[in-house]
């Protein structure tokens, strides 16, 4: 309040301070929809399946419409999952192989890199490519997300640090599911064996017998 020096307790006015505070809570809404995420890469059983969780937060949560997921496979990268737009522009299935794209610069180096205008760079997978700006997380050592634009710069730092928070969990998915599957593994092996020891119990219990009747 403004008060009146000379009326003593009264006011002629006030002060008002303003701030905008869309961002921050996009930026809050964003985080617990990932925490939501989250919860789900935690029941996934299969990389497709994690595939298909981090491309709909991507495209859901981070607004990443040219969104995908690229597993390796021997010497190439191999999308698992697509966003709808990214299957319109691109197809349904894209490998990427060993030395092609920036892509693998990308994941060869282990940082996440934001390209502001990809044209600008010599090695390109698709020279005749629409999409001006990239981001692409490397998910470990098995892939990658890759994010594109047609328009130039506009990868904001606030999505960029969730996504790589998405792509560390994503991350912690793939060694879990690794883990459930070597399990899985071993317990079919195992019981592969047991059967097999049956049988030749049962052999040798066949053997013996028939000298003791």
């Known amino acids: 309040p403004l008060y009146d020096d000379a009326n003593e307790g009264t006011t002629n006015g006030v002060v008002a301070v303003v701030t905008d505070v869309t961002k921050q809570r996009t930026y809050q809404k ?17 990389y497709r399946e994690v595939g298909d969780i981090v491309v709909d937060a991507a495209t859901d949560i981070l607004d990443y419409p040219l969104s995908g997921v690229f597993f390796r496979e021997d010497d190439a990268l191999v999308s698992y999952a697509l966003a709808e737009s990214a299957q319109e522009e691109f197809g349904r299935e894209l490998t990427i192989p060993r030395g092609e794209g920036i892509v ?3 994941f060869e180096s282990g940082d996440s890199r934001v390209f502001e205008d990809v044209t600008e760079y010599p090695n390109l997978f698709n020279p005749d490519t629409a999409i001006r700006g990239e981001v692409i997380f490397p998910i470990g050592d098995e892939g990658v997300l890759m994010a594109g634009s047609k328009e130039p710069g506009v990868f904001d730092d606030s999505r960029t640090s969730l996504a790589r928070i998405l792509v ?10 690794d ?9 079919r092996e195992l019981e592969r064996q047991n059967e097999q020891l049956e049988q030749v119990a049962s052999v040798v ?5 028939n000298p003791l009747n």
């Open 104 to 106: 693998w610069e990308v």
């Open 30 to 46: 964003r985080l617990e929809r990932l925490h939501e995420a989250t919860r789900r890469l935690t029941r996934a059983t299969t």
């Open 168 to 177: 560390s969990n994503a991350e912690a998915a793939l060694e879990r599911v």
């Open 179 to 187: 883990r459930e599957q070597l399990l899985q593994r071993r317990e």
């Open 205 to 209: 219990s066949h053997d013996l017998r």
